[in-house]
Protein backbone atom coordinates (compact mmCIF):
# COMPACT_ATOMS: atom_id res chain seq x y z
CA UNK A 1 0.00 0.00 0.00
CA UNK A 2 1.39 3.45 -1.14
CA UNK A 3 1.98 5.36 2.11
CA UNK A 4 1.79 9.53 2.95
CA UNK A 5 4.48 11.24 1.12
CA UNK A 6 7.36 11.64 3.44
CA UNK A 7 9.66 14.71 3.96
CA UNK A 8 12.87 12.14 2.45
CA UNK A 9 10.88 12.26 -0.88
CA UNK A 10 10.90 15.78 -0.84
CA UNK A 11 14.65 15.95 -0.35
CA UNK A 12 15.16 13.01 -2.86
CA UNK A 13 13.19 15.14 -5.75
CA UNK A 14 15.05 18.21 -4.76
CA UNK A 15 18.67 16.27 -5.30
CA UNK A 16 17.13 15.07 -8.75
CA UNK A 17 16.03 18.59 -9.50
CA UNK A 18 17.94 20.09 -12.41
CA UNK A 19 16.73 23.22 -11.91
CA UNK A 20 17.89 23.62 -8.44
CA UNK A 21 21.04 26.34 -8.93
CA UNK A 22 18.79 28.18 -9.82
CA UNK A 23 17.90 29.22 -6.54
CA UNK A 24 21.14 30.96 -5.63
CA UNK A 25 20.31 32.83 -8.80
CA UNK A 26 17.33 34.92 -6.23
CA UNK A 27 16.80 36.81 -2.90
CA UNK A 28 14.88 33.83 -0.91
CA UNK A 29 14.79 34.76 3.08
CA UNK A 30 15.49 31.44 4.39
CA UNK A 31 13.62 31.82 7.32
CA UNK A 32 10.65 31.57 5.30
CA UNK A 33 8.73 29.56 2.34
CA UNK A 34 7.52 31.68 -0.12
CA UNK A 35 4.76 30.56 -1.76
CA UNK A 36 3.18 33.91 -3.35
CA UNK A 37 5.28 34.41 -6.63
CA UNK A 38 2.24 34.34 -8.51
CA UNK A 39 1.46 37.64 -7.37
CA UNK A 40 5.08 39.69 -6.71
CA UNK A 41 7.82 36.97 -7.65
CA UNK A 42 11.25 37.47 -5.85
CA UNK A 43 14.57 39.42 -6.76
CA UNK A 44 17.14 37.72 -9.00
CA UNK A 45 20.40 39.44 -8.28
CA UNK A 46 20.69 39.41 -12.67
CA UNK A 47 17.85 41.93 -12.10
CA UNK A 48 19.10 43.76 -9.23
CA UNK A 49 22.47 43.50 -11.31
CA UNK A 50 20.22 45.02 -14.74
CA UNK A 51 18.76 47.78 -12.31
CA UNK A 52 22.34 49.07 -11.06
CA UNK A 53 23.77 48.69 -14.83
CA UNK A 54 20.41 51.22 -15.95
CA UNK A 55 20.90 53.37 -13.48
CA UNK A 56 24.93 53.73 -14.08
CA UNK A 57 23.83 54.37 -17.53
CA UNK A 58 21.66 57.79 -16.28
CA UNK A 59 25.04 58.31 -13.92
CA UNK A 60 27.62 57.92 -16.81
CA UNK A 61 26.17 59.52 -19.94
CA UNK A 62 23.16 61.78 -18.77
CA UNK A 63 20.88 62.35 -21.81
CA UNK A 64 23.21 60.21 -24.05
CA UNK A 65 21.58 57.70 -22.79
CA UNK A 66 18.94 57.22 -24.89
CA UNK A 67 21.62 56.36 -27.68
CA UNK A 68 24.92 55.46 -25.61
CA UNK A 69 25.64 52.51 -23.60
CA UNK A 70 25.10 48.90 -23.13
CA UNK A 71 21.52 49.56 -23.14
CA UNK A 72 20.00 52.69 -24.68
CA UNK A 73 17.07 53.61 -23.73
CA UNK A 74 15.65 54.62 -27.27
CA UNK A 75 15.28 51.04 -27.96
CA UNK A 76 15.19 49.25 -24.76
CA UNK A 77 11.44 48.62 -24.82
CA UNK A 78 11.91 47.23 -28.11
CA UNK A 79 15.06 44.62 -26.73
CA UNK A 80 13.36 43.53 -23.93
CA UNK A 81 10.23 42.84 -26.25
CA UNK A 82 12.71 41.01 -28.23
CA UNK A 83 13.31 38.56 -25.45
CA UNK A 84 10.27 38.09 -24.22
CA UNK A 85 8.99 36.80 -28.22
CA UNK A 86 10.07 33.53 -26.98
CA UNK A 87 8.20 32.94 -23.74
CA UNK A 88 5.24 33.75 -25.82
CA UNK A 89 5.84 32.05 -29.09
CA UNK A 90 5.56 35.72 -30.82
CA UNK A 91 7.54 37.08 -33.38
CA UNK A 92 9.96 39.70 -31.76
CA UNK A 93 8.14 42.89 -33.64
CA UNK A 94 4.99 41.32 -32.12
CA UNK A 95 5.86 42.52 -28.44
CA UNK A 96 6.99 45.32 -26.54
CA UNK A 97 7.79 45.64 -22.96
CA UNK A 98 5.60 48.83 -21.93
CA UNK A 99 2.91 49.85 -19.52
CA UNK A 100 0.63 47.77 -17.55
CA UNK A 101 -1.81 45.50 -17.54
CA UNK A 102 -4.70 48.44 -17.87
CA UNK A 103 -3.07 50.66 -19.37
CA UNK A 104 -2.42 48.43 -22.28
CA UNK A 105 -5.88 46.91 -22.10
CA UNK A 106 -6.89 50.86 -22.29
CA UNK A 107 -4.87 50.71 -25.67
CA UNK A 108 -5.84 47.25 -26.98
CA UNK A 109 -9.59 47.57 -26.61
CA UNK A 110 -9.84 51.52 -27.93
CA UNK A 111 -7.31 49.79 -30.90
CA UNK A 112 -9.19 46.79 -31.20
CA UNK A 113 -12.60 47.58 -30.86
CA UNK A 114 -14.51 48.83 -33.56
CA UNK A 115 -18.28 48.54 -33.24
CA UNK A 116 -20.81 48.43 -35.88
CA UNK A 117 -24.98 47.77 -36.15
CA UNK A 118 -24.76 44.38 -35.61
CA UNK A 119 -21.54 43.63 -34.13
CA UNK A 120 -21.41 45.51 -30.72
CA UNK A 121 -20.55 43.47 -27.65
CA UNK A 122 -17.36 43.07 -25.64
CA UNK A 123 -17.26 39.39 -23.78
CA UNK A 124 -15.52 38.78 -21.07
CA UNK A 125 -16.49 36.53 -18.24
CA UNK A 126 -17.59 36.74 -14.62
CA UNK A 127 -14.72 35.66 -13.36
CA UNK A 128 -12.68 38.15 -14.66
CA UNK A 129 -10.18 40.53 -12.57
CA UNK A 130 -11.69 43.61 -12.05
CA UNK A 131 -9.34 46.16 -13.24
CA UNK A 132 -9.50 43.83 -16.75
CA UNK A 133 -13.60 44.69 -16.69
CA UNK A 134 -13.15 48.03 -15.28
CA UNK A 135 -11.38 48.60 -18.89
CA UNK A 136 -13.77 47.33 -20.91
CA UNK A 137 -16.53 49.22 -19.02
CA UNK A 138 -14.85 52.67 -19.75
CA UNK A 139 -14.12 51.88 -23.23
CA UNK A 140 -17.43 50.75 -23.58
CA UNK A 141 -18.63 54.08 -22.11
CA UNK A 142 -16.45 56.39 -24.34
CA UNK A 143 -17.94 54.93 -27.67
CA UNK A 144 -21.36 55.65 -25.72
CA UNK A 145 -22.36 52.25 -24.84
CA UNK A 146 -23.94 51.23 -21.50
CA UNK A 147 -21.73 48.13 -20.32
CA UNK A 148 -25.10 46.62 -18.66
CA UNK A 149 -26.13 45.94 -21.96
CA UNK A 150 -22.37 45.60 -24.12
CA UNK A 151 -20.45 43.70 -21.85
CA UNK A 152 -21.72 40.46 -21.46
CA UNK A 153 -19.92 37.72 -19.06
CA UNK A 154 -19.81 33.71 -20.19
CA UNK A 155 -21.02 32.34 -16.87
CA UNK A 156 -19.21 29.94 -14.38
CA UNK A 157 -20.80 26.87 -13.97
CA UNK A 158 -19.38 25.83 -11.13
CA UNK A 159 -18.17 29.31 -9.62
CA UNK A 160 -14.71 28.88 -10.24
CA UNK A 161 -13.73 27.43 -13.41
CA UNK A 162 -14.83 28.13 -17.55
CA UNK A 163 -15.79 25.38 -19.81
CA UNK A 164 -14.93 25.45 -23.45
CA UNK A 165 -18.40 24.72 -24.40
CA UNK A 166 -20.02 27.54 -22.31
CA UNK A 167 -17.33 30.08 -23.98
CA UNK A 168 -18.56 29.03 -27.60
CA UNK A 169 -22.26 29.58 -26.44
CA UNK A 170 -21.96 32.76 -25.56
CA UNK A 171 -19.97 34.16 -28.59
CA UNK A 172 -23.25 35.08 -30.46
CA UNK A 173 -23.80 37.35 -34.03
CA UNK A 174 -23.38 40.24 -31.92
CA UNK A 175 -20.23 39.80 -30.04
CA UNK A 176 -16.98 42.02 -31.34
CA UNK A 177 -14.68 40.93 -28.88
CA UNK A 178 -13.31 39.00 -26.96
CA UNK A 179 -11.50 39.37 -23.56
CA UNK A 180 -10.28 36.26 -21.23
CA UNK A 181 -7.28 35.27 -19.03
CA UNK A 182 -5.47 32.24 -19.98
CA UNK A 183 -5.15 31.30 -16.68
CA UNK A 184 -8.04 32.36 -14.31
CA UNK A 185 -6.62 34.49 -11.31
CA UNK A 186 -8.11 32.51 -8.73
CA UNK A 187 -8.82 28.97 -9.74
CA UNK A 188 -5.62 28.97 -11.60
CA UNK A 189 -7.32 27.02 -14.60
CA UNK A 190 -5.43 27.34 -18.09
CA UNK A 191 -8.20 28.07 -20.91
CA UNK A 192 -7.70 26.17 -24.33
CA UNK A 193 -6.62 29.31 -25.75
CA UNK A 194 -6.07 27.75 -29.19
CA UNK A 195 -9.21 26.21 -29.27
CA UNK A 196 -10.77 29.59 -28.30
CA UNK A 197 -9.32 31.48 -30.88
CA UNK A 198 -10.22 29.07 -33.40
CA UNK A 199 -13.79 28.98 -32.76
CA UNK A 200 -14.22 32.98 -32.36
CA UNK A 201 -12.41 33.71 -35.44
CA UNK A 202 -14.75 31.75 -37.28
CA UNK A 203 -17.24 34.23 -36.47
CA UNK A 204 -14.88 37.03 -36.89
CA UNK A 205 -14.35 38.35 -33.18
CA UNK A 206 -11.15 39.36 -31.85
CA UNK A 207 -9.63 37.67 -29.38
CA UNK A 208 -7.30 39.00 -26.62
CA UNK A 209 -6.14 37.45 -23.88
CA UNK A 210 -4.21 38.38 -20.51
CA UNK A 211 -1.31 36.57 -19.75
CA UNK A 212 -0.83 37.71 -16.21
CA UNK A 213 -1.00 34.35 -14.93
CA UNK A 214 0.46 32.11 -17.82
CA UNK A 215 3.45 34.40 -18.73
CA UNK A 216 6.33 32.55 -16.97
CA UNK A 217 4.46 30.37 -15.87
CA UNK A 218 3.66 28.42 -19.32
CA UNK A 219 4.96 28.25 -22.63
CA UNK A 220 2.22 29.73 -25.40
CA UNK A 221 2.25 29.57 -28.93
CA UNK A 222 0.52 32.94 -29.47
CA UNK A 223 1.43 34.05 -33.13
CA UNK A 224 0.86 30.24 -34.38
CA UNK A 225 -2.51 30.20 -32.29
CA UNK A 226 -3.53 33.20 -34.07
CA UNK A 227 -4.57 36.05 -30.72
CA UNK A 228 -5.04 38.63 -32.15
CA UNK A 229 -3.49 40.94 -29.07
CA UNK A 230 -2.51 39.93 -25.82
CA UNK A 231 -1.25 41.98 -22.50
CA UNK A 232 0.35 40.78 -18.84
CA UNK A 233 2.68 42.19 -16.40
CA UNK A 234 6.41 41.55 -15.73
CA UNK A 235 6.10 41.34 -11.48
CA UNK A 236 4.50 38.22 -11.09
CA UNK A 237 5.88 34.79 -12.60
CA UNK A 238 8.73 37.29 -14.36
CA UNK A 239 9.87 38.36 -11.08
CA UNK A 240 10.46 41.63 -11.79
CA UNK A 241 9.81 43.86 -9.38
CA UNK A 242 6.71 45.58 -7.85
CA UNK A 243 5.17 47.90 -10.85
CA UNK A 244 7.48 46.43 -13.18
CA UNK A 245 6.49 47.71 -16.85
CA UNK A 246 4.50 45.27 -18.62
CA UNK A 247 3.83 43.78 -21.62
CA UNK A 248 2.19 43.76 -25.18
CA UNK A 249 1.53 41.36 -27.93
CA UNK A 250 -0.16 42.64 -31.23
CA UNK A 251 -0.22 39.70 -33.79
CA UNK A 252 1.59 40.80 -37.43
CA UNK A 253 -1.99 40.35 -38.83
CA UNK A 254 -2.72 43.49 -37.37
CA UNK A 255 0.51 45.59 -37.95
CA UNK A 256 0.57 48.82 -40.04
CA UNK A 257 -2.76 50.13 -38.49
CA UNK A 258 -3.07 53.51 -36.26
CA UNK A 259 -3.36 52.50 -32.65
CA UNK A 260 -6.63 53.79 -30.74
CA UNK A 261 -4.34 55.61 -28.14
CA UNK A 262 -1.75 57.52 -30.05
CA UNK A 263 1.17 59.09 -28.37
CA UNK A 264 4.69 60.24 -29.72
CA UNK A 265 6.97 56.19 -28.69
CA UNK A 266 4.32 54.66 -30.66
CA UNK A 267 6.18 56.91 -33.78
CA UNK A 268 8.51 55.40 -36.42
CA UNK A 269 11.81 55.51 -34.78
CA UNK A 270 13.16 57.58 -37.37
CA UNK A 271 10.23 60.25 -37.46
CA UNK A 272 9.87 60.49 -33.58
CA UNK A 273 11.97 63.36 -33.45
CA UNK A 274 11.18 65.12 -36.46
CA UNK A 275 8.49 66.28 -34.27
CA UNK A 276 5.56 66.62 -36.94
CA UNK A 277 2.02 67.23 -35.59
CA UNK A 278 0.92 63.75 -38.00
CA UNK A 279 1.54 60.60 -36.69
CA UNK A 280 3.32 58.16 -38.08
CA UNK A 281 3.15 54.68 -36.16
CA UNK A 282 5.98 51.91 -36.07
CA UNK A 283 5.14 49.33 -38.40
CA UNK A 284 5.46 47.06 -35.20
CA UNK A 285 4.10 46.29 -32.16
CA UNK A 286 6.08 49.44 -30.78
CA UNK A 287 3.40 51.32 -32.25
CA UNK A 288 0.71 50.74 -29.35
CA UNK A 289 3.61 52.25 -26.68
CA UNK A 290 2.24 55.94 -25.41
CA UNK A 291 4.60 57.86 -23.80
CA UNK A 292 8.48 58.21 -22.34
CA UNK A 293 9.16 54.69 -21.85
CA UNK A 294 9.92 53.42 -17.70
CA UNK A 295 13.20 53.09 -18.31
CA UNK A 296 14.68 52.00 -14.31
CA UNK A 297 10.79 49.93 -14.08
CA UNK A 298 11.82 47.83 -17.27
CA UNK A 299 15.56 47.05 -16.05
CA UNK A 300 14.74 44.56 -13.95
CA UNK A 301 13.49 42.25 -16.18
CA UNK A 302 16.48 42.35 -18.29
CA UNK A 303 18.27 40.32 -15.88
CA UNK A 304 15.14 37.96 -14.93
CA UNK A 305 15.02 37.30 -19.00
CA UNK A 306 18.66 36.24 -18.84
CA UNK A 307 17.36 33.14 -16.27
CA UNK A 308 14.55 32.28 -18.91
CA UNK A 309 16.28 31.77 -21.54
CA UNK A 310 18.80 29.74 -20.05
CA UNK A 311 16.19 27.81 -17.59
CA UNK A 312 14.20 27.03 -20.72
CA UNK A 313 10.49 27.85 -20.37
CA UNK A 314 9.81 24.09 -21.32
CA UNK A 315 11.73 23.22 -18.06
CA UNK A 316 10.64 25.62 -15.76
CA UNK A 317 6.65 24.15 -16.89
CA UNK A 318 7.86 21.20 -16.42
CA UNK A 319 8.91 21.43 -13.11
CA UNK A 320 6.14 23.82 -11.90
CA UNK A 321 4.00 21.01 -13.45
CA UNK A 322 5.81 18.59 -11.05
CA UNK A 323 5.50 20.58 -8.07
CA UNK A 324 1.57 21.31 -8.25
CA UNK A 325 1.23 17.70 -8.73
CA UNK A 326 3.47 17.01 -5.67
CA UNK A 327 1.41 19.86 -3.25
CA UNK A 328 -1.72 17.87 -5.03
CA UNK A 329 -0.40 14.91 -3.46
CA UNK A 330 0.51 16.25 -0.32
CA UNK A 331 -2.65 17.79 0.39
CA UNK A 332 -4.13 14.84 -0.38
CA UNK A 333 -2.10 12.78 2.07
CA UNK A 334 -2.23 15.27 5.14
CA UNK A 335 -5.22 17.90 4.83
CA UNK A 336 -8.16 15.81 3.98
CA UNK A 337 -9.82 15.87 6.73
CA UNK A 338 -9.62 19.72 7.54
CA UNK A 339 -12.28 20.43 5.00
CA UNK A 340 -10.34 21.96 2.19
CA UNK A 341 -11.46 21.70 -1.48
CA UNK A 342 -8.87 21.97 -4.01
CA UNK A 343 -10.69 24.08 -7.04
CA UNK A 344 -7.92 23.94 -9.25
CA UNK A 345 -8.10 21.89 -12.41
CA UNK A 346 -6.10 18.50 -12.09
CA UNK A 347 -5.21 18.25 -15.58
CA UNK A 348 -2.25 19.27 -16.31
CA UNK A 349 -3.42 20.92 -19.81
CA UNK A 350 -5.86 23.06 -17.87
CA UNK A 351 -3.36 24.01 -15.09
CA UNK A 352 -1.12 27.21 -14.75
CA UNK A 353 1.35 27.43 -12.24
CA UNK A 354 -0.53 27.80 -8.87
CA UNK A 355 -2.54 25.57 -6.68
CA UNK A 356 -5.92 27.10 -4.84
CA UNK A 357 -8.02 25.85 -2.12
CA UNK A 358 -11.16 26.99 -1.08
CA UNK A 359 -11.78 27.36 3.15
CA UNK A 360 -14.37 29.16 4.98
CA UNK A 361 -11.74 30.34 7.26
CA UNK A 362 -9.01 30.85 4.35
CA UNK A 363 -8.05 34.29 5.50
CA UNK A 364 -7.50 33.60 8.94
CA UNK A 365 -5.63 30.38 7.91
CA UNK A 366 -3.30 32.48 5.90
CA UNK A 367 -2.53 34.83 8.75
CA UNK A 368 -1.79 32.19 10.97
CA UNK A 369 0.24 30.90 8.36
CA UNK A 370 2.49 34.01 7.67
CA UNK A 371 2.87 34.00 11.63
CA UNK A 372 4.41 30.70 11.25
CA UNK A 373 7.00 32.04 8.33
CA UNK A 374 4.49 30.58 5.26
CA UNK A 375 3.78 32.91 2.34
CA UNK A 376 0.52 31.93 1.20
CA UNK A 377 -2.11 34.62 -1.37
CA UNK A 378 -4.96 35.06 0.17
CA UNK A 379 -8.26 36.01 -2.19
CA UNK A 380 -11.64 36.68 -0.74
CA UNK A 381 -13.63 35.67 0.67
CA UNK A 382 -12.11 31.81 0.88
CA UNK A 383 -9.47 31.21 -1.15
CA UNK A 384 -5.66 30.11 -0.45
CA UNK A 385 -3.38 30.30 -3.29
CA UNK A 386 -0.02 28.63 -3.35
CA UNK A 387 2.43 29.14 -6.10
CA UNK A 388 5.86 26.96 -6.09
CA UNK A 389 8.14 29.01 -8.06
CA UNK A 390 10.28 26.16 -10.04
CA UNK A 391 13.44 28.84 -10.25
CA UNK A 392 13.54 29.04 -6.44
CA UNK A 393 11.02 26.78 -4.43
CA UNK A 394 12.53 23.11 -3.19
CA UNK A 395 9.90 20.00 -2.56
CA UNK A 396 11.23 20.31 0.77
CA UNK A 397 9.73 23.39 1.71
CA UNK A 398 6.38 22.48 -0.36
CA UNK A 399 6.60 19.51 2.48
CA UNK A 400 7.58 21.74 5.21
CA UNK A 401 4.49 24.19 3.98
CA UNK A 402 1.87 21.88 4.43
CA UNK A 403 2.88 20.33 7.52
CA UNK A 404 2.84 23.58 9.42
CA UNK A 405 -0.26 24.31 7.62
CA UNK A 406 -1.47 20.86 8.91
CA UNK A 407 -0.32 22.03 12.25
CA UNK A 408 -1.91 24.68 12.00
CA UNK A 409 -5.29 22.74 11.39
CA UNK A 410 -4.66 20.48 13.45
CA UNK A 411 -3.76 22.91 16.61
CA UNK A 412 -6.59 25.39 15.45
CA UNK A 413 -4.03 28.23 15.28
CA UNK A 414 -5.89 30.17 12.97
CA UNK A 415 -8.30 30.81 15.43
CA UNK A 416 -6.39 33.56 17.16
CA UNK A 417 -7.02 35.76 14.21
CA UNK A 418 -10.00 37.32 12.91
CA UNK A 419 -11.06 35.84 9.64
CA UNK A 420 -11.02 39.25 7.59
CA UNK A 421 -8.84 40.05 4.50
CA UNK A 422 -6.33 43.08 5.18
CA UNK A 423 -5.50 45.95 3.19
CA UNK A 424 -3.55 44.11 0.74
CA UNK A 425 -5.08 40.55 0.11
C1 LIG B 1 -2.24 41.15 -11.65
C2 LIG B 1 -3.38 41.34 -12.58
C3 LIG B 1 -3.75 42.63 -13.04
C4 LIG B 1 -3.06 43.87 -12.55
O1 LIG B 1 -3.09 44.87 -13.51
P1 LIG B 1 -2.03 46.06 -13.48
O2 LIG B 1 -2.50 47.03 -14.46
O3 LIG B 1 -0.69 45.47 -13.80
O4 LIG B 1 -2.04 46.61 -12.09
C5 LIG B 1 -4.77 42.72 -13.97
N1 LIG B 1 -5.41 41.62 -14.42
C6 LIG B 1 -5.09 40.38 -13.99
C7 LIG B 1 -5.82 39.20 -14.51
C8 LIG B 1 -4.09 40.21 -13.04
O5 LIG B 1 -3.81 38.99 -12.59
Known sequence: MKGRIKKEAAIQLDRQDELRKFREE??????????????????????????????????????????????????????????????????????????????????????????????NKILADELNFPSDIYAIQSQLELKGYDPASHLKKIPSLNGQTLDLDQIKKSITDDTAMILLPSVLYRSGQLLPIKEIVEYAHTKSVIVGFDLAHSIGAVPHQLHEWGVDFAVWCNYKYMNSGPGGTGGLFVHKKHHGKIPGLKGWFGSQKEKQFDMEHTFSPADDAGAYQIGTPHILSSAPLLGSLSLFEEAGMNGLREKSLKQTDFMLQLIEDYLLPYGFKVVTPLVHSERGGHIALEHPEAASICKALKNQRVIPDFRAPNLIRFAPAPFYTSYEELFDAIHILQEVMEKKLYQLYKNTRNVIA
Open 26 to 119: FYVQESQIYLDGNSLGLLSKRAEKATLDLLSSWKNYGIDGWTEGEHPWFTFSEALGEKTAPLIGAAKEEVIVTGSITSNLHQMIASFYKPDKTK
